[in-house]
DNA sequence: CTGAAAGCGCTTACAG
DNA sequence: CTGAAAGCGCTTACAG
């Protein structure tokens, strides 16, 4: 029924090895080539991937594994990852974890089972730890979330030196009873406390955080409660653009006017964060370089395999506004 | 080096045969099926999934080929595409077009390479009106955007429904002068000018709408000018999130205050549009309903190939906020 | 530069 | 229920 390499070597009188060395660039004379070409155009022929791949023993795919594509982080180092891998004629299989680890091993089964070429890979804490003990079976990138034994490449944000700039920032305003809302799930979100501790010990500052479930809900419902008790903080800063929408909520619901009553401060330059009055305070991450990178990172280790692992901290940007204004 | 089905098959003691059979749920006694399965556990064993497409002539992968994942709608509607495929056992293979037919065609010829199971769509205009002439290889739902000739099965909102409803919402509200932004790309667009301006029509007003390209800032662009001009409108329905934030930035740097100076609404319920003072007035989609009806009209197809073509219109809800306070 | 032949790792009639 | 054999559609040594 469909067409395959035969049929087109029949249409153009050549044998398949032709056909297969004139597609592929091979050294064919230009005869030949100009037959074989003419042959796939009349007969529509498609290579059959999978046929392809087991022959070849290359898969030519990108496994893309994340915690959620909703979240706009994710999304948009997706976006990179993706331009990345079709520029160089591969494939993407993406897959959402939710940042549970159960699914992480699932996915990476099927990683193995599709013989994917390299691997970009946000993981959960628990399954980082696992991987300082097992190695995975194809080249990774780690991204977004380090791993301190130093087993694989990875693309991350200074977490503490970003986290640090927020909480200066707001003592620089005024601020000195300043909360921090971290994600319990990633190393990231410990990460990001621990460079707000650090730079509140700096200042002489008494640290006053909470650490929640990676989602906007969660850090709703969190905050409704701190922000009703009598210890509410005058600042707040929060580890993720998920965790923000939902410190703006609570705060409206607790009818706390921003920054008057709340300072807020957080991750992730998205559109919205400038429109939200007064403006959000937030770091931007360099998200499409963070893609970009990570595949660059995996072209290099597949082209030279005993490459030392490298680790590769991007800075974020700090973009001020109206939501950290000084404290009146 | 990696282990394939004789290696488990030599260390059960079976054939290869029974080995794929034990693993794919086949007539294997109880006793042959338990040592299939220690054998797989001690060789870490994992299925060539190439090899077993070539050989099985089902890919088991779905294709969902979209205009930009950074689009939220898009965002959501394939987390639920995801989720129905991994829940029923299939991958998925992600391309984003940015609305360009010339990547369209590309896509679509890698998705005929992959042998996809089906395929999941939106489509530009452009190719809309191919893919009534040439017929796709591959049991294919469109999605958003919906075949006028109904070759295909697709899940599509009430678009002229929906914006039909907000222009109503806008003249009960009391404004009279209403504008409308629509995207020049997609038939979505296009169904919601008409909707649009059949809902003007109907009220004896006179439609005022500009077409521009899908993007935040060629919507900003568009209604810098629009909104400097003597000819300004009152209200503005654009039809979509992207135009939405695009929209807000461009009123604010015309100084324009909403809705006192320009009442706005618009399609897809983010987050952010509750939080954006007033709140901005949108057409709530039901987007993981999109995507999971979408799955199953695929599924349903694929058990029953000669079905009749259907066409899934779904309804729109409308979330009225501060943007269209009544005028005064 | 070209072709005949082998083989990638599975699944699936076929026979028992 | 089980195994031996064929074959999915390619690519790639091998020989010329």
Chains 1, 2 share one sequence.
Request: glycine share 8%.
């Amino acid at each position: 029924m469909t067409v395959g390499i035969k049929d087109v070597a029949k249409a153009a009188g050549v044998s398949p090895a032709t056909v297969s060395r004139a597609l592929s660039g091979g050294p064919v004379s230009d005869e030949l080539r100009a037959q074989v070409e003419a042959a796939v155009k009349a007969t529509g022929y498609r290579p059959n991937l999978a046929a392809r791949r087991l022959r070849s023993q290359q898969s030519g795919t990108i496994g893309l594994v994340v915690a959620d594509l909703r979240n706009p982080f994710f999304t948009a180092v997706s976006r990179a990852v993706e331009d990345s891998a079709y520029r160089a004629g591969m494939r993407v299989i993406l897959c959402n974890t939710d940042e549970d680890p159960e699914r992480e091993a699932l996915y990476l089964q099927l990683m193995q089972e599709e013989r994917i070429t390299g691997l970009i890979f946000a993981p959960t804490r628990t399954t980082l730890e696992q991987l300082s003990r097992r190695r995975l079976e194809f080249p990774t990138v780690l991204i977004d979330r380090a791993s301190p034994a130093g087993l694989y490449d990875c693309v991350v944000l200074d977490n503490a030196a970003a986290t640090g700039e927020l909480v200066r920032h707001l003592i620089e305003r005024g601020y000195r009873h300043i909360g921090g809302l971290f994600g319990n799930a990633s190393v990231t979100g410990l990460e990001r406390r621990d460079g707000y501790v650090a730079a509140l010990n700096a200042a002489g500052l008494k640290p006053d955080f909470r650490l929640c479930a990676p989602s906007a809900d969660a850090a709703r419902s969190t905050l409704a409660g701190w922000f009703s008790s009598p210890d509410r903080p005058e600042a707040l800063v929060v580890s993720n653009s998920l965790f923000l929408s939902g410190a703006v909520r609570a705060a409206r619901a607790a009818g706390l006017s921003i920054p008057r009553d709340l300072a807020l401060a957080g991750f992730d330059n998205e559109v919205w964060t400038e429109l939200v009055e007064p403006g959000l305070t937030v770091i931007e991450q360099p998200v499409e370089d963070i893609g970009r990178q990570a595949m660059a990172l995996l072209f290099e280790r597949l082209q030279t395999p005993h490459l030392p692992v490298r680790k590769l901290v991007l800075s974020g940007r700090c973009v001020a506004r109206g939501s950290t204004a000084a404290r009146v």
